[in-house]
C-alpha cells in the first residue's frame, strides 16, 4: 500500500494509506491528535436532571427520549441538525422477510405511530430542533415515501425555507419483498433553513468543496451512494444505519469546522462518528440503549486506530 506524508509544522508525519479513497469520503485517519476517549452515553430523565445538564456537552450522547431531552437546552445552541427520525415503517404490521435474503423490514416499536400519532410526534420532535437550532442554521432530515411527505407538510406548516430535496440513490438496494410494486431503492433527505421563507438567509453551504469532490462540476441533488458495507456494523446493527460517506458529505456540505452539531435520532452514531471525522462538535440523543453503546463503541475504537501515528524527524 502507498506511504503518505503530511506535514505538521516542524513535523512530518507518515502512515500505510488503508485503500483508495474515493470522492466524496474521507480518510478516517486524523494525524497529529492524541486519542481522547469518547465519553459514554449519559441517561437523562427528568427526575435526574441538574443544572449542569441542562446544557448539553460537546461531544456527548445523551440517552432518552428526543423531545424530553431537548425541553431542558436552551435555545440557539447548534449550527445544524443532521437526524434520522422514525419513518413509521412498521406501523400494524410484522417485519416481512424474503426467503433469498437474511434482510427482514422494520418491525420495531420506535417506528410504530397511528397517522395522527406520528404527525403530532413530528410536529413536536421538529419545534424543539428549531428552538434549540440558531437562526438560519441547516436542518437535515431523512425520510422515505412513507414519512417525508408529512415531515413536509408541517414544515411548510411552520413556516419554514426549503433549500432542497435530496435523493439518494441505492444501487444496492433490497430487492422488493412483495413483487407488487418497483423496488424502491432511494430516500430522500429534507433541507430546511431554521428560519420562514421570508426571512431565511446565509445558511451555510460549502459550494466550492462540493464542487470540488465532484471532479468540478456542480454537485446535483441526485447522489449514488451504495447501502451502509458491512465495516461499519462491526459493533451492532441498526435497521436503518446510513453510511459513513452519504453523511460526511451532508456534514461537508451544510456545516464548518468547529460547529455544533445535533442528531436527535442518533441511533447508531453515523451522523456523529461523521462529525468527529470532520472536526465538528457533535451532540447525539437516542433512547435505545443497545444503539447508544453500538455507537459509543463506533467513535471511541475508531478514534483508537486513526490517532495511531509514525513521526519522523
Not at 430516500?187 to 469532490?213: D, G, P, R, V
Not at 460517506?245 to 441511533?267: H, I, P, Q, S, Y
Request: glycine content about 4%; charged content about 25%.
Amino acid at each position: 500500500m502507498d506511504k503518505v506524508t503530511s506535514s505538521r509544522g516542524d513535523r512530518k508525519v507518515r502512515m500505510q494509506n488503508p485503500s483508495p479513497w474515493q470522492p466524496g469520503q474521507v480518510n478516517p485517519f486524523d494525524l497529529g491528535k492524541p486519542y481522547q476517549p469518547v465519553a459514554r452515553p449519559l441517561s437523562l430523565v427528568a427526575e435526574e436532571r441538574t443544572p449542569n445538564s441542562l446544557c448539553p456537552l460537546p461531544n456527548q450522547l445523551y440517552q432518552g427520549d428526543s423531545i424530553d431531552v431537548m425541553s431542558a437546552w436552551p435555545d440557539r445552541f447548534f449550527n445544524a441538525c443532521v437526524t434520522d427520525p422514525p419513518y413509521n415503517i412498521a406501523r400494524n404490521r410484522k417485519g416481512l422477510s424474503w426467503a433469498f435474503s437474511s434482510h427482514v423490514t422494520i418491525d420495531d416499536n420506535w417506528d410504530r405511530f397511528t397517522r395522527s400519532e406520528y404527525e403530532n410526534f413530528t410536529a413536536k420532535w421538529l419545534s424543539e430542533i428549531c428552538r434549540v437550532t440558531k437562526e438560519n442554521g441547516n436542518i437535515f432530515i431523512f425520510g422515505s415515501y412513507h414519512n417525508i411527505y408529512a415531515i413536509g407538510a408541517i414544515a411548510a406548516q411552520m413556516d419554514l425555507r426549503v433549500i432542497n430535496s435530496i435523493i439518494w440513490a441505492k444501487p444496492n438496494a433490497q430487492p422488493n419483498i412483495t413483487c407488487r410494486m418497483f423496488t424502491e431503492s432511494t430516500e430522500q433527505i429534507l433541507w430546511l433553513c431554521n428560519n420562514t421563507n421570508k426571512n431565511a438567509k446565509k445558511w451555510t453551504f460549502n459550494y466550492h468543496h462540493m464542487k470540488e469532490l465532484n471532479n468540478n462540476k456542480q454537485m446535483r441533488n441526485y447522489w449514488e451512494i451504495p447501502l451502509t458495507p458491512m465495516r461499519e456494523r462491526i459493533h451492532g446493527k441498526h435497521p436503518s444505519q446510513k453510511p459513513l460517506k452519504l453523511m460526511e458529505r451532508l456534514v461537508l456540505a451544510g456545516t464548518n469546522t468547529g460547529d455544533c452539531v445535533v442528531d436527535c435520532f442518533a441511533g447508531s452514531g453515523s451522523t456523529l462518528l461523521a462529525c468527529d471525522r470532520l472536526e465538528r462538535n457533535w451532540v447525539g440523543i437516542e433512547q435505545d440503549k443497545t444503539y447508544c453503546n453500538i455507537a459509543h463503541k463506533r467513535i471511541d475504537e475508531e478514534r483508537r486506530q486513526r490517532r495511531l501515528f509514525v513521526t519522523t524527524p
